[in-house]
């Protein structure tokens, strides 16, 4: 091959190859000014929550963008703590877990994956997980591991059950501090650089819609590329895990 070619070549390796991020706004639809999100670009999903005002709402809204929805299935927490109406529990046979899912998704129509609101607890038990996972697999839906636990076996369970499925690697806002969302942001970009792909959520607080409105764009200048979550989800699935982090995460 002549040497001339060769910068034309590299070009388009970097581009096939390019770092791919995927971002999540969880929490949504608990409250009208979460619609502030609605400007962020088509690309980014939104994880809503289900049973409540604006459930319907901000999913069909979200379908008219042609913006991806996933439902934000809340599960039991270790703490117990903000247990959101319809909460899949420990407590529950399996088939009340079912129907749980089912109410759930009527609520937010267009969903195309479920990821766990919450869930500390509930993602650590084995039945609750089979269920839900064979319940996905029969309505065709992936799963995102939020990884409120690392004790977490959703993604091994998700994987016995055939179902597409990622996990969150970087929660971008537990601290609001300008700072700090800078911080998580960067370690997202260069998780995705060093694995090919990285999932971040985070939430409809005006300091991270802000945040991402001024830097999303700046993504393509570190070589990264921002797709839909179901672009990532079937990618990622066939290609290595992102295994082995450290991260600090609070009990949710
Ligand atoms: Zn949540």
Redesign the pocket.
């Known amino acids: 091959m002549r040497l001339y070619f060769l910068p034309l070549l590299l070009l388009v390796c970097t581009h096939s190859y390019a770092a791919q991020i995927s971002l999540i706004i ?2 949504m639809g608990n409250k009208k000014n979460d619609e502030a999100a609605f400007s962020l670009p088509a690309e980014v999903t939104f ?1 809503i ?1 289900p049973n409540k005002r604006l459930s319907q709402v901000f999913s069909i809204r979200a379908a008219e963008q042609e913006r991806e929805v996933i439902l ?1 299935m ?1 599960m039991e927490s270790l703490g117990r703590q903000n247990q959101e109406e319809g909460v899949l529990l420990s407590s529950m046979k399996p088939d009340e877990i079912v129907q749980s899912l089912k109410n759930a998704l009527k609520t937010v129509p267009h969903a195309v994956g479920v990821n ?3 869930g500390s607890r509930l993602t650590q038990l084995s039945m609750p997980m089979a269920v839900t996972m064979q319940y996905l697999s029969k309505r065709g839906l992936f799963f995102v591991d ?1 990884r409120t636990t690392r004790y977490s076996k959703a993604e091994q369970i998700a994987n016995q059950a055939g179902i597409l499925n990622t996990k969150r690697n970087v929660f971008l806002d537990h601290d609001l501090q300008p700072q700090k969302i800078e911080q998580e942001f960067h370690r997202l970009i260069r998780l995705a650089k060093k694995y090919g792909h990285a999932v971040g959520i985070a ?1 409809p607080h005006s300091q991270t819609l802000n945040y991402l409105k001024e830097h999303l764009h700046t993504l393509k200048e570190h070589g990264v590329s921002l797709v839909k979550l179901s672009d990532l989800v079937s990618k990622s699935s066939h290609l290595v895990q992102v295994t082995k982090q450290k991260t600090s995460i609070p009990i ?1």
Do not use: G, T
């Open positions: 969880d929490d994880a929550l934000h809340p766990n609101h919450m939020s939430h949710l």
